[in-house]
């Protein structure tokens, strides 16, 4: 099984700070890797797949890098709506999507 | 509108059976794969079972495996996940999803891209 880690697990940031969130896979995925953010009480909503390409509606200020077992989600400018819960997860196993830990993201 | 509508969740003992159903509405059901995630209180997501979307090939996550089975009725519309065996560490909230696909051609990358509002199982005597 694809193990993902991210990191950190929790982070503190201010309106307008640039915030970088890590995942690593436990073998290489290619470009097969997911972005997600989940809101308290909500459930996850998509923001970035394959690794790069921003889902539709997202807005420009997620930005997603990397391939092979390592991986970036990089907000520019952080917006109060941004404070959330974000989780990688690889599609590379075929239907069977596995999720990194999660990193809070708090003010 | 797309979306999906999950229901079946509940109060179980632990050895206990539940049947969760996900109505899906605003897209062509049968085309797209679906797939069950779970949140247990104040954890991250899990992925728990995937159906295909063609070849009713289905996959389950390790913890779940032998007890937990994914079905689909296409007529219906309708995802369901037949829990049996439960434990207190099934205790989550129950997400289906379904799997979009991007891409001109293969290969095609996958994200969930819809997601209902959750139902609540809790497993406790």
């Known amino acids: 099984d694809i193990q993902m880690t991210q990191s950190p697990s929790s982070l503190s940031a201010s309106v307008g700070d640039r915030v970088t969130i890590t995942c690593r896979a436990s073998?290489?995925?290619?470009?097969?890797l997911n972005w997600y953010q989940q809101k308290p009480g909500k459930a996850p909503k998509l923001l970035i797949y394959?690794?790069?390409s921003l889902q539709s509606g997202v807005p420009s200020r997620f930005s997603g890098s990397g391939s092979g077992t390592d991986f970036t989600l990089t907000i520019s400018s952080l917006q109060p709506e941004d404070f959330a819960t974000y989780y990688c997860?690889?599609?590379?196993?075929?239907?069977?999507?596995?999720f990194g830990q999660g990193t809070k993201l708090q003010i | 509108e797309v979306q999906l509508l999950e229901s079946g969740g509940g109060l179980v003992q632990p050895g206990g059976s539940l049947r969760l159903s996900c109505a899906a509405s605003?897209?062509?059901?049968?085309?797209?794969?679906m797939s069950w995630v779970r949140q247990a209180p104040g954890k991250g997501l899990e992925w728990v079972s995937s159906?295909?979307?063609?070849?009713?090939?289905?996959y389950h996550a390790d913890s779940v495996k032998g007890r937990f089975t994914i079905s689909r009725d296409n007529s219906k519309n309708t995802l369901y996940l037949q829990m049996n065996s439960l434990r207190a560490e099934d205790t989550a909230v129950y997400y289906c999803?379904?799997?979009?696909?991007?891409?001109?051609?293969?290969?095609?990358?996958?994200?969930?891209?819809?997601w209902g509002q959750g139902t609540t199982v809790t497993v406790s005597s």
């Open positions: 605003g897209f062509t059901f049968s085309s797209y794969a």
């Open positions: 997860q690889q599609t590379y196993s075929t239907l069977m999507y596995t």
């Open positions: 394959a690794a790069s």
């Open positions: 073998q290489s995925i290619s470009s097969y």
């Open positions: 159906f295909s979307g063609s070849g009713n090939r289905t």
């Open positions: 999803a379904k799997v979009g696909a991007y891409g001109d051609y293969p290969p095609y990358y996958y994200g969930m891209d819809v």
